[in-house]
């Protein structure tokens, strides 16, 4: 059901985008790519190949490689308060693995504080 009533691979754009970090305010233009946007409830994912073969093993992934910080680049631009992140593992039987992030759980508010960092770093050396 979700395959089929999200968009696919649907690009957005933001213009001046508002960020805050260490009190500094600042603003970028945007650009992301989603894998699945649905647009009737204004949130979307990712999928994301995995060698984790448990949805703790991938949970950990989602933390190790920062995803967050990426699912919430994508927020920044949609406004979106939900997201989710779907692990497809590479072995047999190929389990599905969601990790879902919302505005003001760990995950999200983690992703949150890394990508003002980064967006501050790059903003600052432009």
């Not at 696919?8 to 600042?26: R, V």
């Not at 190949?49 to 949805?55: C, D, G, L, R």
């Not at 989602?62 to 920044?76: A, H, M, Q, T, W």
Request: proline share 5%; hydrophobic share 35%.
């Amino acid at each position: 059901m979700l395959l089929q009533r999200c968009d696919k691979e649907k690009e957005l754009f933001k213009k001046s985008a508002p960020f805050l970090h260490d009190g500094h305010a600042f603003q970028l233009d945007m650009r992301c790519k989603y894998d699945l946007w649905d647009p009737t409830v204004t949130w979307g994912g990712d999928f994301k190949s995995t060698a984790a073969k448990t949805q703790e093993a991938f949970t950990r992934s989602v933390i190790n490689y920062d995803y967050p910080r990426g699912r919430l680049f994508y927020s920044k631009i949609t406004g979106a308060k939900r997201d989710v992140i779907i692990g497809v593992s590479k072995h047999y039987p190929h389990k599905i693995f969601p990790v879902y992030l919302r505005e003001g759980c760990p995950l999200w508010e983690a992703g949150e504080q890394r990508l003002n960092e980064l967006a501050y770093q790059y903003w600052s050396l432009r």
